[in-house]
């Protein structure tokens, strides 16, 4: 099992920045890949940046140029630094962390942060 947990969202104006965290624990050696998604109200979830564990990093386009995910493998803690936020990025934000076991893939996710962007 992995337990994922997050903070850092909040309400900020547009055009401003928040950096979200999220610390994996637990049978976390098997982990390929971390990222971030988010939920706006009445949309579905929506990938919104994912790293693996070689590094390689990809966004939705829509955040692109604005959001970075980054990764402290020594505090098993990965990163989205959020810059320009637009309201559009208001969602709740959820850690996710894929486990390959086996051959078998394994979601888990965070209990997800509240972003609101807004004047």
């Known amino acids: 099992q992995v337990q994922l947990v997050e903070s850092g969202g909040g309400l900020v104006q547009p055009g401003g920045s928040l950096r979200l965290s999220c610390t994996a624990s637990?049978?976390?050696?098997?982990?390929?890949?971390m990222g971030w998604y988010r939920q706006a109200p009445g949309k579905q979830r929506e990938l919104a940046a994912v790293i693996t564990n070689g590094g390689s990093t990809n966004y939705v386009d829509s955040v692109k140029g604005r959001f970075t995910i980054s990764r402290d493998n020594a505090k098993n803690t990965v990163y989205l630094q959020m810059n320009s936020l637009k309201p559009e990025d208001t969602a709740v934000y959820y850690c996710n962390a894929v486990r390959v076991v086996g051959g078998s893939v394994f979601d888990y996710w965070g209990q997800g942060t509240q972003v609101t962007v807004s004047s």
């Open positions: 637990g049978s976390i050696f098997s982990i390929t890949a």
